[in-house]
């Protein structure tokens, strides 16, 4: 991605009532005036109002930004139209025909990256944003957009730009009697302390944004459809009394407890069957391979219970796994139900009841002690690995600090300050930066 040419893309998801598209660059104002037509062309003297006209005969309001006091840094337009996908087809086409090119995705977001408008944690935060599927995943998002990761970070490397600061006056006036910390490993300890706090911080993170993957599994007519359904709150899957009924991987998305959770309805395990079931058994046995937790639906109103716990430990590793009784309000003897070695619970997916106390106890297996973290920054794989490499770095600078070996200390100091520094972009090579607005869509 370059930065000196004009580029355009929609902003907005087209076929919606009004799609948006963006144009900046150099050429912003001269393609956006080729374009649209009003009373008086969009110039510096009606900058940021949105105005009245056409393009064609198509009804448009149109807004000239100037930069660097917009989203990009650049001069930016920004044409509001119906979202029909011809008419924002047909704009666009026209602004590439008076100059400007298709925008890569992210490069909008890119160059306010580069125009200093965004600083690196900022510019993943507007991705996480529009990918959020999780109150807390917006929060997060939200919070690193408004620069609070980037502030913390700025913050520790100043502390450890005056570390190496006294490093090297120590280096260049060993015989002045400067004003030095008596204990310089300090200010170090202080900055690791926080480094390690920061890293913990991505595992809740991790799961707020990405989320989990559920398997509802079991015997054949255990429940299982039912159970997608409850949790969904709608019907998705076909339930009937025949064994067998789901032949195939159903895969919805839902929020349990806060956390986005893909949860996927598997076809019954058993022996025989048909082959298009021999074939769904397959795929519910690939799907329970790899599931990060499982809800082993369990049928309460079957004699045959000891079968359904033989196959549950057999196949279900006690980590991840919730055993869960169903058909409760069809059973007749609920406290004769056999106790199984796994978190268990008792539901009717039928009548709703117990499905709180599934959530619970999916709330316990996922947070281990049952108590929600709810971070105000929370960085993510890139950042930990990075915060984790500074901290590697700094590990034999307390040693060094010590035994006032500060010339080595300042090579570890530098060597975390660079790791700090690509988190932040202010050290991030090319490849780096195109990895990440690469994911980005078009339009951002």
């Not at 490069?107 to 991705?127: H, I, P, S, Y």
């Not at 070695?341 to 959530?359: D, F, K, Y």
């Not at 590990?395 to 570890?412: D, I, S």
């Amino acid at each position: 991605m370059n930065t000196t040419d004009t580029i355009a893309a929609p902003a907005t998801g087209v076929g919606g009532a009004v799609s948006i598209i963006r144009i900046s660059g150099p050429d912003a104002l001269t393609v956006g005036n080729a374009l649209w037509r009003g009373r008086r062309p969009l110039a510096r003297e009606n900058a940021r109002q949105l105005l009245y006209g056409k393009l064609d005969r198509e009804p448009v309001l149109a807004v000239y930004m100037p930069g660097p006091h917009s989203y990009t840094g650049d001069d930016v337009v920004e044409l509001q139209l119906h979202g029909s996908p011809l008419a924002v087809s047909a704009a666009l086409q026209g602004c590439f025909r008076a100059g400007a090119r298709p925008a890569e995705p992210g490069e909008f977001t890119f160059r306010a990256f580069v125009n200093g408008k965004l600083e690196l944690t900022q510019a993943e935060a507007v991705g996480d944003l529009i990918a959020a599927r999780s109150e807390q995943a917006r929060k997060l998002a939200e919070n690193q957009l408004a620069g609070r990761l980037g502030a913390a970070l700025a913050e520790l490397r100043e502390r450890l730009l005056r570390s190496l600061a006294e490093c090297e006056s120590r280096l260049d006036f060993p015989e002045e009697e400067l004003d030095w910390e008596s204990e310089p490993e300090t200010p170090v300890l202080a900055v690791r302390d926080r480094l390690r706090e920061l890293a913990a911080t991505a595992e809740a993170a991790q799961l707020w944004r990405e989320g989990v993957t559920v398997v509802i599994c079991g015997r054949p007519n255990a429940g299982k459809s039912s159970l997608l359904n409850a949790l969904l709150g709608y019907d998705r899957a076909i339930v009937t009394e025949i064994p067998g009924t789901t032949r195939d991987t159903l895969e919805e998305l839902v929020n349990l407890d806060g956390i986005p959770v893909r949860l996927t309805d598997t076809a019954g395990l058993r022996e025989g069957g048909d082959q298009v079931e021999q074939l769904g058994m397959e795929r519910s046995r690939r799907s329970l391979a790899s599931a990060e937790v499982r809800f082993w639906v369990l049928d309460a109103a079957t004699p045959e219970r000891e079968l359904e716990c033989a196959e549950l430990r057999r196949l279900a590793p006690a980590g991840n796994t919730i055993a869960v009784w169903n058909k409760l309000d069809c059973c007749p003897d609920p406290e004769a139900l056999p106790p199984l070695p796994r978190p268990t619970v008792r539901i009717s997916a039928r009548t709703g009841a117990g499905l709180e106390e599934l959530r619970r106890a999916f709330r316990q297996l996922i947070w281990q002690d049952g108590t929600v973290p709810e971070p105000e920054l929370g960085v993510n794989r890139r950042h930990r690995a990075l915060l984790l490499s500074a901290l590697a770095e700094l590990e034999p600078v307390v040693a060094h600090l010590q035994r006032e070996e500060w010339e080595l200390a300042a090579v570890g100091l530098r060597r975390a300050l660079a790791e700090l520094g690509r988190i932040t972009g202010e050290t991030a090579d090319p490849d780096l930066l195109a990895d990440i607005f690469s994911r980005f869509c078009i339009g951002k």
